[in-house]
């Protein structure tokens, strides 16, 4: 109380609200800290348990996917005895465009789960339009130059026109929808969030082995090369392939990762490979990796020697590709100028990727 007036006061601090005082935070113990270094790393969860989700995932979707189309769509025996020869089906959309979605769905979850855009896995980029139909154009024009040469060498031969009329546009339009599919399925299944991921874990284990700052090339280039290994061998059950035509399979899945590396995107590795089954199966009438298509524009047959001519894998079996091939990586090299796919990487730095990481 204060008696300086002669009057009573009620002294201040009787009134003042008892102050609450808050615990210090506790410090993370070790076990927390290092649990969290086993799964969570400066670009956010490690590129190997994020290879290990999203397998599970697309493992329990193939398998689920591959029973439901058994149940709806059993296989007939003409089906069965006529494998090699494909026809325009809708079982063929089914087979390989309900894969593509599944996978770009899962990649979607797995951009949700590591807090990224889903366009860095493949389908980002600029001048998108543009780069599909330059694949386009590219694909289908190096095809064309390959069985040129294998016609002007006596190595192939056409007997004969098979389609006329509306067949023709009929059969092409349906091939055509056919392989860009096939092209979308197989590019982003093996190029796009598989090589994003395989890249970014990589780029982190040659950062810290060798303290370089071209470790996201370093990364890049490795991935592709195993990838393209496991996609090339992935045509070793095709009827009719060969040791030449697995081999020009990796070394094409190569130029595919190249023109990914230029572009930041898969649009004109997906052009490309979708005109280039195109030709062989629609337009020349040839076997694609040892497949041979129905109600193709030209009959054909392959004269000589296999592995120049091609013989049953088609002009991919033909040591003459791998002309071809190198050809397709100049064009890349002087005409893909737009983009860059470790710009793009660094470019997502702000949404939680760190090559160095």
Known sequence: MSTETGTLTPDHDATRAPVEVTPPAQPPTLRKVFIGKIFIGKDGLRAGWSLLIFIALLAALLFGVRIIAHKLLPPSPKTTQTASELPPSPRLFIAEGVPFLGVFFIAWIMSKIEHRPNSVYGFGGIRKLWNFVAGLATGVICLSLLVLLLL?????VIDARVLFGRDILRYGFVWFAMFVVVGFLEEYMTRG?????????????????LKTRHSQAFGFWTSALILSILFGLGHGKNPGESPIGLLSAGLAAMVFCFSLWRTGSLWWAIGCHASWDWGQSFLYGVADSG?????????????????LSGGATGPEGSIFILAILALMSLIILFTLRHGSYGEAQHQDSDHGFSPSA
């Open 152 to 156: 002007k060498t006596g190595l192939l």
């Open 193 to 209: 969030y598989l090589l994003y991921t395989l890249t970014r874990g990589l780029a982190g284990f040659y950062g810290w082995a």
């Open 291 to 307: 497949l041979m298509a129905q109600h193709h524009l030209l009959a054909t047959h392959p004269v000589g020697k296999p592995i």
